[in-house]
């Protein structure tokens, strides 16, 4: 395996003679039982990671799972310090739980360590009640998750309802549903169900209506909500209006993070497409609006051509555009455009001398990277067509 010091290297391109130390491997061995009983307990997935903690921890093995007979053995571990715990795969609520262990295990080089003992419980019930605060409205759908190595998660039913299994003693209950998560610590009781009220608020909706420039509600139009760049910041949402032109956006969050870099831009946008009519409108804001209407105007076109450096076309290239609005830059897109099999590309009803377009990086497989850009005073126009891009094909590691 990787010798801790030597085995990883990072390296310059053009770089030779790299060397890379490996060194003996060791391995773990234990078994997992029952808590109450001793008995042994197959099935149990086996996880191994580092000790050192941090952000970057992460899994050091791929798991392995116990044997009908409740043992297992890990091998080419790393020489180092580990923590070692169990997790029960199921498709609903798990029949074991595993309750908190410190379960540390040293690895030395050639050798193994043995008779390491992992514990499984039948643990206690908890079922959780997810509701809307205010209105205290049950939330279905909603995921509930119980904390530590060994949890798992189950979503509500169309009563708000979810049963988890936990260890007994003090535990830590999550639910989340497209905005921010709420926990709770209950002590869980052996014996008996316990219950759990967990109330969330509810994911913020813009809605309004898209207009045509004669003032008619415009069905099928594409409305998309564009994420300013600042802590906890939306994710990118796109809806279809109905036939009255109507829409409704629920925003989402993915991820809750707590450290940030880079600088803060609050100016969210939503923008509205009707593709076919090249028609569009945007709206800038910072603070989340409840209902935001939009009206279109004639919208631009961008269009454009990759080729390689003897003209040809590529095929294969993907192009991602970007937008600036207000101090926020944002993709237009989740996916980068796939061009033609004549390299070409057509984007149409974007909206016309509001903002400063550009491509950071139209590539392909095999190709180099290219770019380009378009000012918000030269954008004042119903088309505008890009010089060719033209890609080097890669010649170099």
Known sequence: VPNSSAGQQECRSGEQDIELMLGPAGAVEGKVEVAETGKPLGGVR????????GIYEAATHAPIESSANGTFRIPDVPPGAYYITGAVSSQGMPDWVMPPENNQ???????????VVIHASKGALVEVTVVETNTLAPVANAAVSSGGWGGSTVCTDSNGVALLRVPVGQSWISAKKNWHSQTRTPDVAAGQTNRVRIELIPAPKITGTVRDPAGAPAAGALVSFHPGHYPVAPEYTEVITDKNGRYEITLELLGEFFFWSGPIS????????????NLAAIEEFDAIPTNLDLNLQPGITLSGSVKDTAGAPVGSATAGLCIQVGRSTSKLFPQPVKVNAQGSFVIPALPQGHAYYFFPGITAKGYGTAGSFLKEEDSKTNRYEFPVFVLKRADRK
């Open 46 to 53: 086996i996880n191994l990671r580092a000790s050192g903690g």
């Open 105 to 115: 295990v040293t690895v030395v080089a050639g050798e193994t360590a043995r008779d």
């Open 266 to 277: 609050p100016t969210n946008s939503i923008i509205a497409r009707s593709l076919d009519r």
